[in-house]
């Protein structure tokens, strides 16, 4: 008898919280993968396909699917960090396959260049480019927005005249970054 | 807090505190003595487009233009840009980029005036009483002489003070607490009639309830000047402060006058206080009076390096070296810190090094080139023993040892032992919980440390890198828009395409169905077209079937392989011209090979082409020949049993001949029967006749 009642209590309970869990699982649905989102945000959206996936938000998919983490060049290693960080996963080091040339990290970022005198308007460097950010039309000059790239070299490949060259964006006032050892700290007597 | 409290409080002398702070020694003395002296005119002049804080103006003059004395050089429809104006006057003779102050040593775009030593004014208009003037005009005549903050940070003063009703407090900030600097203490002794003209028309664009001046108790003789010249204002009150650095920070300042702190994030404006500096309302005065822009500031120049230290009423754009030079500078070339052994190539560091700004805030500069701008009030040239750090390269930081100090001097009451260690760490997350951003570079932290770590230099760094990486993230999630917008399209017009070829596909179907209903069914078009090709392929047999056998035929035939192979010389002959000329071309040194692989194409396509046209002539041959076979075919009726239909009708036509023939042999042997049995009857007839006569004659 004791037996039967500590049983029907349990299944009770058990039954209580399943519902209480199935209702949970209703009312909080969360639409699409949370996790793909996350590591979208991490990514530097350069979109520039070295990973081998058309864009950012394909290898965050991919990633949250179990695809290598270090395959980003343009994030570098603060990025396969913070992934790693979010997957609870080991840092590896950056994908020999997709470093970029140098360390990436101190220099300052490039930007696509169109030689214009060269361009023979082709368009298929605004065709390659990921985040449209090169104007022109068919047999008219084009040019790079230069805000809006991201510096991901795409265009360079299919230019037929190799007049897109990548330049590295003039340091200024606004993006100079301070150097420790050029100012001596003042101690007075 | 109730404003009458405050300002008891304040008559009574008491004053509240703000946290830390620290009291390094003041070294003012070594200028304050002395009077303001006006400098002559330099050679040259150099005028970085951009002072302050904002965005430059545009160009209003070209090189070689002659420019007049108070003259403005840009201007700008944007707000957040100040113009600059000629400080004398002279000839552009260049717009270049130039270094300029800033710690960087990086080059902006600078105006270059040549000094014609004239100093001729462009036309002023004096206004004598300016409680005349409406605040719109009072705003733009700030804004035209392009006033911008004076203190340091340089922000423009038209937007400062373009705010709405129910101002609490202007406060004036004459404490200067920095040490070593004078500029303001030496304007206020010499103009203080002026400053306080600039903070009437302060008074008159916000109308606050009161007006502080703040100023630190190691002025006197300030003080005195001040509190004669506003005697007469019974809402202007000078509070003296004691000497604590920093308390000229502008939170700071708000604290110890009025008890408010001012929240993380807001603006002093949130809590009805506007602050101005004391040289700002002497600029303020000297442009709505006397129309004179903001073409020249106080500077002290003082360092024990100095032969004569002194301030200066320095014109905007004179050189540092220009400046050092009349304080009596000597340049010690090689003498410390620039070994010519040392690996990397040292940067062209004055030696001994000049300092812009104050001991505890400013920078060492570079290049002795860079001019004077607005926000620039003290050049300080120290001697090794004033300031040995100053001269050592090689940074003295030994490890953080936790004692807390810099805690308990941070005038922001953040925690810089923790922010140096998330600084080193690039921890943004961490910094921004420690709010990194309400540091105000003040640098006492760094002055009480014993361990001689430059705590500010690397909270500069992380604040430049957190503003970098926050543009950086600005400027991700624009490429990711821009990418999903893009994707989205290229998504749209593939649907786009498919639905135009699903559209054209029915179409077809549609004429071709009404096609049928007009009377040829779509199947009878099949069948005749099948008819057709099997038409062809029997004519191909016949022309093959044929041209062993007849004799006539042989003789087109062996024409037509003579045309065909013409026709295929020709076609090689084009060929082999094609390609010599495209061998010529690859020999020329300017076609590139995108040019020669384009010509070999065509030369493929010419060899193509006669290959058609022999093939052509080949299938004209062999059309003729069909025909002539044709022809003979229908003529020799009996030589052949062929299954063209040409040849089925001769071969009816023949049919049809026998057939007559036959009718006709039958009716000639009917005939002929018919003849036979007449001759038959007459024969009998006859036999009878001649039995009958017999009879008769027997």
Redesign the interface.
């Known amino acids: 008898m004791n037996i039967l009642i500590a049983i029907l209590v349990l299944g009770a309970i058990a039954a209580l919280f399943g519902a209480l869990l199935g209702y949970a699982s209703v009312r909080f649905h969360v639409e699409g993968d949370p996790i793909v989102e996350q590591l979208?945000a991490l990514l530097?959206?350069?979109?520039c396909g070295q990973c081998g996936y058309p864009?950012?938000?394909p290898y965050a998919e991919a990633v949250a699917n179990g695809e290598a983490i270090n395959k980003c060049a343009p994030g570098g290693e603060d990025t396969i960090k913070k992934i790693a960080d979010l997957l609870g996963v080991d840092v590896q080091p950056i994908d020999e396959n997709h470093e970029q040339d140098g360390s990436s990290q101190s220099i300052l970022p490039k930007v696509a260049f169109i030689i214009e005198e060269d361009c023979i308007g082709c368009t298929k460097c605004i065709q390659a480019c990921?985040?449209?950010?090169i104007l022109g039309a068919a047999k008219q000059m084009h040019t790079i927005i230069t805000?809006?790239c991201?510096g991901c070299d795409l265009c360079v490949a299919p230019c037929?005249v190799d007049c897109i060259e990548m330049r590295s964006t003039p340091?200024?006032?606004q993006?100079?970054?301070?150097d420790?050892?050029?100012?001596?700290?003042?101690?007075?007597? | 807090m109730i404003i009458e409290t405050i300002i008891e409080r304040i008559n009574q002398g008491k004053f509240w505190h703000f946290h830390g702070g620290i009291y390094p020694s003041e070294q003012k003395s070594i200028t304050s003595s002395k009077p303001i002296k006006q400098l002559s005119l330099p050679k040259q002049l150099v005028l970085p487009l951009q002072q302050h804080i904002g965005r430059q103006g545009d160009l209003l003059v070209e090189v070689g233009d002659k420019v007049l004395k108070g003259q403005a050089l840009t201007q700008s429809s944007n707000p957040m840009a100040v113009p600059v104006h000629a400080p004398t006057s002279g000839i552009i003779s260049a717009i270049k980029k130039s270094v300029i102050a800033h710690p960087s040593g990086l080059s902006e775009l600078c105006l270059f005036i040549d000094v014609d030593g004239e100093d001729t004014w462009k036309k002023r208009e004096i206004c004598q009483d300016f409680s005349k003037l409406s605040h719109q005009q009072i705003i733009k005549k700030i804004a035209d002489a392009g006033i911008a903050g004076m203190g340091g940070a340089g922000f423009p003063t038209h937007i400062k003070v373009n705010t709405k009703p129910g101002i609490n407090f202007l406060i004036i900030n004459a404490v200067e607490c920095e040490p070593y600097i004078t500029a303001d203490d030496l304007l206020m002794c010499e103009q203080s009639e002026a400053i306080v003209d600039g903070i009437k028309i302060l008074d008159q664009l916000l109308s606050p309830s009161f007006i502080l001046i703040g100023i630190e108790d190691n002025k006197p003789q300030a003080i005195k000047a001040l509190q004669q010249a506003t005697q007469h204002h019974e809402k202007i009150k000078v509070c003296v402060l004691p000497t604590k650095y920093p308390t000229g920070g502008e939170k700071q300042l708000i604290q110890v006058l009025t008890g408010k702190e001012v929240n993380t994030g807001t603006l002093p404006i949130n809590s009805g206080i506007v602050v101005q500096n004391v040289a700002t309302c002497f600029a303020i005065s000297d442009a709505v009076i006397n129309d004179i822009p903001l073409i020249r500031r106080v500077v002290t120049l003082t360092g024990s390096a100095l032969a004569k230290p002194q301030n200066f009423w320095a014109l905007l754009g004179t050189q540092v070296s220009y400046l050092l030079e009349q304080a009596g500078f000597v340049s010690e070339v090689n003498k410390t810190n620039s070994t010519p052994n040392s690996p990397q190539p040292s940067p062209p560091v004055p030696s001994p090094p000049v300092i812009m700004g104050g001991p505890l805030m400013g920078f060492s500069i570079l290049n002795e080139q860079v001019p004077i701008v607005k926000t620039s009030n003290c050049i300080l040239a120290p001697s090794k023993i004033e300031m040995p750090s100053a001269f050592d390269n090689n940074s003295n930081e030994v490890e953080c040892i936790r004692c807390g100090q810099c805690a308990d001097v941070c005038p922001s009451q953040l925690l810089p032992q923790e922010l140096q260690w998330s600084a080193k760490a690039k921890d943004h997350q961490q910094l921004m919980q420690l709010n990194l951003f309400d540091c105000i570079d003040c640098g006492a932290c760094a002055y009480v440390c014993p361990s001689q770590i430059p705590l500010v230099q690397y909270y500069r760094v992380a604040k430049a890198e957190i503003r970098q990486q926050q543009q950086l993230d600005i400027k991700s999630e624009k490429a990711k828009v821009r990418f999903e917008a893009r994707k989205l399209r290229l998504e749209q017009e593939k649907i786009a395409r498919q639905e135009k070829h699903k559209k054209a596909a029915a179409a077809r179907k549609a004429t071709m169905n009404k096609k049928s209903a007009d009377g040829s069914t779509a199947n009878s078009a099949v069948a005749a077209a099948l008819a057709r090709v099997k038409a062809k392929k029997a004519a191909e047999k016949i022309i093959n079937s044929n041209e062993p056998l007849a004799s006539s035929n042989k003789v087109t035939d062996e024409i037509s392989p003579v045309k065909v192979a013409i026709a295929r010389a020709k076609a090689k002959k084009l060929g082999k011209q094609e390609n010599i000329e495209s061998s010529l071309n690859s020999n020329k040194p300017l076609a590139s090979s995108s040019e020669k692989q384009a010509q070999k194409h065509s030369a493929i396509n010419e060899q193509t082409i006669n290959d058609k046209k022999a093939r052509i002539a080949a299938a004209v041959a062999k059309a003729k020949a069909k025909k002539f076979q044709e022809k003979k075919s229908s003529t020799e009726q009996n030589e052949l049993s062929i299954e063209t239909q040409s040849e089925k009708t001769s071969e009816k036509a023949q049919n049809i001949t026998t057939e007559a023939e036959d009718k006709k042999a039958r009716i000639a042997a009917a005939v002929a029967k018919a003849k036979s049995k007449a001759k038959l009857k007459a024969i009998e007839k006859a036999q009878q006749v001649s039995t009958t006569n017999s009879e008769e004659s027997t």
């Open positions: 979208d530097p959206q350069t979109q864009g950012c938000k990921p985040v449209d950010a805000d809006e991201t037929p340091e200024t006032i993006n100079w970054q301070w420790l050892n050029k100012i001596a700290v003042k101690q007075l007597d």
